[in-house]
């Protein structure tokens, strides 16, 4: 906003730094760090403070607020376990008075900000005309309303939730067409987005398996256990699964597509560890499409090194289950 209302600010060198910043994968990729170290370290407050002079500083010095979408990402997944506010209301940091000033004030802040910016595009007439999802955002919210119509506990408070979800949702959603210059972004942005939020929670959901009660004495996991501060396992496994089309992308894109193929496989099987039915299926469609799709559109050598890293993932998938089928079995006994 200040490059608008100082034009000296565009031609300088910190301006164009910071938005060059703002606008490559390493922005995302320093979110997402911040959110697992909040979520390992209980520092939710620090990382808090540090996505605040991200916001700020990204608002005021950039010409949009797309510094603000990695941050509405992975905020919500920064809580640690040891400040869920469902298992400990009495202990949870989340739920003392001193946590609430400070990020209610952080919020206002941005809030102010976010609404100025917003208005200094659609004065400057810069982005205009309907959201290209709205179609899709309609069916959606008809979804929302209807979904559990035949079910003998849909009632209006079942109406009034899914309402309030797909508004929740069209809000983001319509803020961020409106506040992006989507035109002047790089295609790979998104893509990068997910591959970092995917990877951050590769690191939590490994973490998940040191809290105490995960194992029983015969061997197998107690899921009601796995959870984040954020989350429960299912949670946990859906967001994981929606990350791995980003690595078919970059599977695709990348001199080393490869590598990222591995990565997908790697999203895969932090999927299963999150031990939820649900995003396990949903979860091995989603791979299996994606790694049909980086096959078939990379080209020559990466096409050979795409298929040789599945067939190697599905040999080893093989060989795990032929060597340690009985420890597998005790390991997702909940499953069954």
Do not use: H
Not at 143 to 148: D, K, R, S
């Amino acid at each position: 906003m200040l490059a608008e209302a100082f034009p000296k600010f565009e031609s300088s060198a910190f301006v164009q730094m910071l938005r060059a910043f703002y606008r490559s994968a390493l922005y995302p990729f320093a979110v997402a760090a911040l959110m697992v170290l909040a979520e390992f370290f209980s520092i939710e407050l620090p990382v808090y403070y540090l996505y605040f002079v991200f916001a700020v500083a990204g608002l005021l010095f950039t010409e949009d607020a797309l510094c603000l979408l990695p941050i509405a990402c992975c905020a919500y997944m920064t809580v640690s376990p040891e400040n869920n506010p469902t298992f400990y209301p009495e202990t949870s940091a989340l739920l003392q008075p001193y946590f609430l000033l400070q990020t209610g004030f952080m919020v206002l802040v941005c809030l102010l900000l976010m609404v100025g910016q917003l208005i200094l595009l659609r004065y400057d007439g810069k982005k205009t005309g309907i959201p290209a999802l709205s179609v899709g955002f309609v069916c959606l919210g008809v979804g929302y309303l209807l979904a559990g119509s035949y079910s003998p506990y849909y009632a209006a408070d079942t109406i009034l939730f899914g309402l309030i979800e797909i508004a929740s949702l069209v809000a983001v959603y319509v803020y961020f067409f409106y506040s992006v210059r989507w035109e002047t972004v790089e295609k790979s942005y998104l893509p990068a987005l997910f591959l970092a939020i995917g990877i951050g929670l590769l690191f939590e959901i490994v973490d998940m398996y040191t809290l105490p009660g995960v194992f029983s004495e015969t061997g197998t996991v107690n899921r009601g256990a796995l959870y984040t501060g954020w989350a429960s396992y299912n949670n946990i496994g859906c967001v994981e699964a929606m990350c791995i089309p980003a690595t078919c992308y970059f599977a695709v894109k990348s001199r080393q597509g490869w590598a990222y193929s591995a990565l997908g496989c790697l999203f895969l099987l932090g999927v299963c560890l999150t031990q939820s039915r649900g995003s396990i299926l949903f979860g091995s469609v989603v791979f299996f499409l994606s790694a049909v799709v980086s096959v078939c559109m990379s080209r020559s050598l990466s096409r050979l090194k795409n298929l040789l890293v599945y067939g190697l993932f599905a040999v080893g998938i093989a060989i795990a289950y032929y060597c340690f089928s009985k420890q597998l079995e005790l390991f997702f006994a909940s499953l069954v």
